[in-house]
Structures are given as structure tokens and as C-alpha cells.
């Protein structure tokens, strides 16, 4: 595609409900990074992806975090047990390189959990 | 642990002015620098990248400086205009990952 496709753009869960975000990266891109971002901050780096691997998770705020990219390609980031300081905004970003320059971020999911 | 340090207060100017937004960073020594538009609702969108080596970089209407004895960049925008109004954000190179900053928004004004 043209861009980082992410979805849903919106996602109401309750509390204790499970979650799954989804992102297309640019056809091609060898890296794909997540970031959550809260309101009034800049993006927070979660986890990041070289093609299938999954290089880093350090950002992960606890174990119910969980994200995969099985072919190297699309990529999920499932949150179980959501709870209320899970929402924000979740971004999706992709490079050609295998560096996290001149990244093309995705409009991302807004997660709100009641 | 690393920190980078925007501008929390909004930039207000009028157009046609130069807007000059600052990044102050501790606690590390990046390979490179970056800077990032943010619409509301919008994901970042890259605009410049600073290596530690270059002291300057320009792309049309913007510039950016990077000084690592004073850690801080300067972005400066010439001529703003209008839908020059957003969030900047700085960001660093982190490795694999990018460290960003809380962002400066910026207003400008017709």
C-alpha cells in the first residue's frame, strides 16, 4: 500500500477484555516498531521487528503485552486483560532499513478501555 | 536514563516570522538526531535527520542544528506559514529504537 495502514482506527474495550491492533507496513520495510502514546506526550517505544524477529521487546509494560510478526510482513499487538491505563494511542511504524531512521508511522488505533 | 527535554509551553508566532523550537537531551550521546510533525489524530511524519558529525542541515523552508558539546538541537522554520501549526517532536536515536520527546506545539498565526 501507499502508507502504514493500522486497525481499527477506534477500539472501545472493557475492562478485563481482551484486545488485538493490527498494522499493515510499507510493502518492503524490513522494520516494524510499536509505540504507545498518551495524550500530551510523545510516542513510547514498546517493541520492535527485523523482518520476522523480534529484536526487541523491552518497552512492553508488563506480560499481557504481546506482539507478533509471523511473515514479516503484518503485524499484531494483542493486549489481554485490558485494563484502564492501557488506553491510548497505539502507532505503528515501518522503515526500509533495519534502523529506526526516517520511520513512516501508521494513524493509529485509539484504544479506550471502560 | 536517558531524557529529552521540549519546550512544554505552546509556541505562538505570527506568519511570516521564524519559529526556533528547542530539544535539550541528558544522558546520552546519539549517532543522530531526528524531527517529527505530529497532526492532532495523526501519526508523526519525519521531516529531518542530523548525524553527530554534521553540525547543520536545511530542507527548504526548515533547519536544523545539532550541537553535542551543549546536547540540544535547534529547528527553526523560515517564512511559517499557517499550516506550518503543529506538534514538533525530537527524537533520538535509541539503538533500535527511536526516544522521543513530549513535543513542542506550535501556533502560528495569519
Known amino acids: 500500500g501507499a502508507g502504514v495502514s493500522q486497525s481499527p482506527r477506534y477500539k472501545v474495550a472493557k475492562r478485563g477484555q481482551d484486545v488485538a491492533l493490527r498494522c499493515d507496513p510499507i510493502?518492503?520495510?524490513?522494520?516494524l516498531f510499536w509505540y504507545q502514546q498518551a495524550l500530551g506526550q510523545g510516542p513510547e517505544f514498546l517493541t520492535y521487528f527485523q523482518n520476522e524477529a523480534q529484536l526487541d521487546k523491552s518497552g512492553l509494560p508488563s506480560d499481557r503485552f504481546f506482539a507478533e510478526r509471523p511473515e514479516g510482513s503484518v503485524s499484531t499487538l494483542k493486549i489481554q486483560r485490558t485494563q484502564q491505563e492501557d488506553s491510548a494511542v497505539y502507532l505503528c511504524?515501518?522503515?526500509?532499513?533495519?534502523?529506526?531512521?526516517?520511520?513512516?508511522f501508521g494513524q493509529g488505533t485509539r484504544l479506550t478501555v471502560v | 536514563s536517558q531524557k529529552i527535554e521540549q519546550n512544554s509551553e505552546a509556541l505562538n508566532i505570527q506568519e511570516g516570522k521564524t519559529a526556533t523550537l528547542t530539544c535539550n537531551y541528558t544522558?546520552?550521546?546519539?549517532?543522530?538526531l531526528q524531527w517529527y510533525r505530529q497532526d492532532p489524530g495523526r501519526g508523526p511524519v519525519f521531516l529531518l535527520l542530523i548525524r553527530e558529525n554534521e553540525k547543520e542541515k536545511r530542507k527548504e523552508r526548515l533547519k536544523v542544528t545539532f550541537d553535542t558539546t551543549l546536547k540540544q538541537s535547534l529547528f527553526h522554520i523560515t517564512a511559517s506559514q499557517p499550516a506550518d501549526s503543529a506538534t514538533y517532536l525530537c527524537a533520538l536515536d535509541g539503538g533500535f529504537k527511536t526516544i522521543f520527546g513530549a513535543g513542542t506545539r506550535l501556533f502560528v498565526k495569519a
Open positions: 544522558n546520552y550521546s546519539p549517532a543522530y
Open positions: 510493502s518492503g520495510h524490513v522494520s
Open positions: 511504524a515501518s522503515s526500509l532499513a533495519a534502523t529506526s531512521t526516517e520511520a513512516f
